[in-house]
C-alpha cells in the first residue's frame, strides 16, 4: 500500500465529554489529530462547531494543543456536540451522544476539498456519518484522497449496517475492535469463524489492504500484507480508557510513517495507547521517552 505524502487530514466529531470528574475535550478524529500531532506528525482537523461558548472552548483547546483550526467551521444554528460518558465495572465505558449538533452539518468547502486532495491518509470514523450531510461531505472527499483509514466507532442506535458498509468498502484500512467484528461477522451471516479467518474474509470482503483489531488490555492484532502480527499489550494501572483507542490509532500510523516495521509499529501503538489508559482524560501530556519506557 503506497501512502503519496505523508500529509494526513482527520474528520469529523469534535465535542465535549461530560464525564463524572467533569467536562473534557472530545471526539475520536480530534483525539486522534492531537496525539499525532504530538508523536511530530503533519495533521489536520475537520470538524464544525456551534457559535456558542462551548465551541469557543474548543477552538482554544485546539490552538493549545497545537493545531491549526481553520478547517473547523462554525454553525449558526446547531449547537456545539455534547456526549455524556457513563464509566461502569471494569472500566466499561457507555455514551450517551446528543443530536443533531454541528458536527453532522459539515460542509464540503473550498479549503476542505483542498486539503482533501492535498492529503496522503484520510482518516475518519463512522459515527460522523449519523446523517446525510456529514455523510456526503465525506464521501465527497474521499474521491480526493489516495489512502482512506476508518475508525470504526459504533455507537447505538448509529450503528446501521446501511450507513456503515459503504464506508468500509471505500476504506484501505480498517481499524476495529473485538465488538465490532463479531457485529461485522453477524451482518454477513460469518458465526463460528475463528478470528483469523474472520480477519481474513474481512479484508477480502471490503477490500481492505489491512485490519487492525483492537483488544483492549490484551494488545491487538493486525493483518497486513497476507501476515499476521499480534501485541499482547503492556500491563498499565488504568485510570481512565477513555481515548485509549484514539492514541493507539496515532500511535500505529505514526510508526509507520516513521518507518517502523509492522510489529514495531503494533508495538508503540500499544504502548501510546496503555500509557493514555494510566492518565485522566483523552489528551494527556506526554514525551517519547514516557512511551518508550512502557515500551522497553
Not at 465551541?55 to 483550526?69: E, P, Q, V, Y
Not at 453477524?186 to 471490503?206: C, F, P, R, T, V
Not at 492514541?247 to 516513521?258: E, I, K, R, S, T
Amino acid at each position: 500500500m503506497e501512502i503519496k505524502n505523508k500529509k494526513i487530514l482527520c474528520f469529523g466529531e469534535i465535542l465535549w465529554d461530560s464525564l463524572p470528574s467533569g467536562p473534557k475535550p472530545g471526539g475520536a478524529p480530534m483525539n486522534v489529530a492531537i496525539h499525532l500531532n504530538a508523536t511530530g506528525q503533519e495533521v489536520a482537523i475537520a470538524s464544525r462547531i456551534g457559535n456558542d461558548q462551548a465551541g469557543k472552548d474548543l477552538l482554544a483547546f485546539l490552538k493549545k494543543s497545537g493545531l491549526k483550526t481553520n478547517l473547523i467551521q462554525i454553525d449558526g444554528e446547531l449547537p456545539t456536540s455534547e456526549v455524556l460518558v457513563h464509566l461502569g465495572a471494569d472500566n466499561k465505558v457507555t455514551y450517551e451522544i446528543c443530536e443533531p449538533v454541528a458536527w453532522d452539518n459539515i460542509q464540503a468547502t473550498v479549503p476542505l476539498i483542498a486539503k482533501a486532495r492535498e492529503a496522503g491518509l484520510l482518516i475518519y470514523g463512522s459515527l460522523a456519518s449519523r446523517k446525510a450531510q456529514t455523510r456526503e461531505t465525506l464521501s465527497l472527499i474521499m474521491e480526493n484522497t489516495a489512502i482512506k483509514l476508518i475508525d470504526v466507532n459504533l455507537r447505538k442506535p448509529y450503528d446501521k449496517k446501511e450507513i456503515i458498509e459503504p464506508l468500509l468498502f471505500k476504506s484501505d484500512i480498517i481499524k476495529l475492535n473485538n465488538d465490532e467484528l463479531a457485529v461485522f461477522a453477524d451482518w454477513n451471516n460469518k458465526k463460528g469463524m475463528e478470528e483469523k479467518e474472520l480477519i481474513q474474509w474481512l479484508a477480502s470482503h471490503y477490500g481492505a489492504g489491512l485490519i487492525c483489531v483492537t483488544k483492549g488490555e490484551n494488545g491487538a492484532l493486525l493483518f497486513a500484507e497476507g501476515k499476521f502480527y499480534m501485541h499482547p499489550g503492556f500491563r498499565i494501572n488504568t485510570v481512565d480508557p477513555v481515548g485509549a483507542g484514539d492514541a493507539f490509532l496515532a500511535g500505529f500510523v505514526a510508526a509507520l510513517f516513521d518507518g517502523k516495521s509492522y510489529d514495531k509499529s503494533l508495538a508503540f501503538a500499544c504502548g501510546l495507547g496503555a500509557f493514555v489508559a494510566s492518565k485522566a482524560g483523552a489528551t494527556p501530556k506526554y514525551n517519547m521517552e514516557e512511551i518508550e519506557q512502557i515500551t522497553t
